[in-house]
């Protein structure tokens, strides 16, 4: 049954036109991922302060404190040798809480108002991160209550990108759909940004304000989604996008709009009719099935490529800090504040994704590349990367942008053009679960990579890179029949073009 309209939005409606309405979406949905990712940050931030080396700071004066202690600056239960392990768990609490939950939230997504979805688990998420920095305050030094709400914060976020996907794709069709998402997709690494920069400003002092000012955010954005939200471009009387092209028009064929051009149908121009927000019930597709949903053309492939990309990502945004703060010696804050270039170049990657893709039509192609040059940059960052500030600048960007780019073009345009695939003949209830198993799936790499950099780093930082390389490679030779067929259809097109040339 379709959602009432967010009761925001009901004075906007006279003034309504597609481009609006879809440049209003688009901003919206950024802001509402970039609180996501803004309150994951914190903790890969604040691990450095939770284990430091004590020998290098001031002891206060203070008769609790005996001489001998050796790690009177650490955060209990963090202050044994182990704790590398410790702080993995704690990550990996949240990822597979994350990964397992993925694969349920998208059959939710469909099925619940995405508006009353989204504002519920933006609250939720607000508050497990709050009491995550609020153990600090409290003096809690138990391992059992961080690994608990991290478990309860990584299942509530899974709220989150099948339902600002399914979104995004309900108003936007398929034309220059990489682009577009590329740009978007930045709301990842502009999320990040913001959390290490909040998370930077209390780490030497009360780090307990990482987690809860982020957390307060997050849950402000929550109260504005549910007030503006709009789900459906239907809902406010605009066109539905065309979602795929073939020889003639589809399903979607007597409403074409693409990507913003065109006036909204303006029925009612009153203020009195604009009021009447809601609309009446009518006969919807079935929403596909699990099964259903992996027998599209390339979900399985993309799924397990992303997987290994995932994996890669997440280690860095969760160990980046603390590897520059061990091997480049710079303060906990510092740190944080150098990781944030990875994320400047995930940026640019994702918006060059975007872009390339959507001229060559060849997004296996595009990801498969990126991911090839990813490998021997890492390796370089790893071992020249530490050499002087201005190497580690230029690494952490290109870096980045080699990383996340194809991360970036999986989760956004490719699942958006699955979950529209032409096999499923215009129902559009298939895009929440395709997001939700390709990201599911990727979460399951997201998990293990912070999992794996914490058990590998006790024996050296160089079998880290080593780990993330092979990860990397594997992510491309899962696309290696996707590129195949892409290249087949670039040489039937050039085929094409030289026969018309010749008539």
Known sequence: MRSSLAPGVCFLRTFSRDSWFRGFILLLTFFIYTCYHMSRKPISVVKSRLHQNCSELVKPINDSYSLNDTTWCDWAPFDKNNYKELLGAVDNAFLVAYAIGMFISGIFGERLPLRYYLSAG?????????????????????????VLIQICNGLVQTTGWPSVVTCVGNWFGKGKRGLIMGIWNSHTSVGNILGSLIAGVWVNEQWGLSFVVPGVLTAAMGVLTFLFLIEYPEDVDCTTPQHHTSDGLDENQD?????????????????????????????????????????????????????????????????????????????????????????????????????????????????????????????????????????????????????????????????????????????????????????????????????????????????????????????????????????????????????????
């Open 255 to 503: 409403n074409p709009a693409d990507l913003g051009n065109g006036p909204c149908i303006n029925k009612e121009s009153s203020l009195e009719s604009a009021a009447r927000c809601s609309k009446e019930p009518r006969a919807q597709p079935a929403a596909i099935s699990f099964l259903g949903a992996l027998r599209i053309p390339g979900v399985v492939e993309f799924s397990l490529c992303l997987l290994f990309a995932k994996l890669v990502s997440y280690t860095f945004l969760y160990w980046l800090p603390l590897y520059i703060f061990n091997v480049a010696h710079f303060s906990a804050k510092q740190a944080g504040d150098l990781s944030t270039l990875f994320d400047v170049g995930g940026i640019m990657g994702g918006i060059m994704a975007g872009l390339i893709s959507d001229s060559t039509n060849g997004r296996a192609t595009t990801c498969c590349v990126m991911l090839i040059l990813a490998a021997p940059v890492m390796f370089l960052y790893n071992y020249i990367g530490q050499n002087g500030i201005t190497n580690s600048i230029v690494m952490l960007i290109v870096c980045g942008a080699l990383v996340n780019g194809p991360y970036a073009l999986i989760t956004t345009a490719v699942s958006a053009d699955l979950g529209t695939h032409k096999s499923l003949k215009g129902n559009s209830k298939a895009l929440s679960t395709v997001t939700a198993i390709i990201d599911g799936t990727g979460s399951i790499g997201a998990a293990l990579g912070p999992l794996l950099a914490g058990l590998i780093s006790p024996t050296g930082w160089n079998n880290v890179f080593y780990m993330l390389i092979s990860a990397d490679i594997l992510a491309c030779l899962l696309l290696c029949r996707l590129v195949y067929k892409e290249l087949l259809a670039w040489k039937s097109s050039l085929s094409r073009d030289r026969g018309y040339k010749e008539i």
């Open 122 to 146: 933006m609250l939720l998420s607000g508050l497990f991160t709050s009491l995550f920095g609020l153990g600090y305050f409290w003096n809690i030094h138990m391992l059992w209550y961080f």
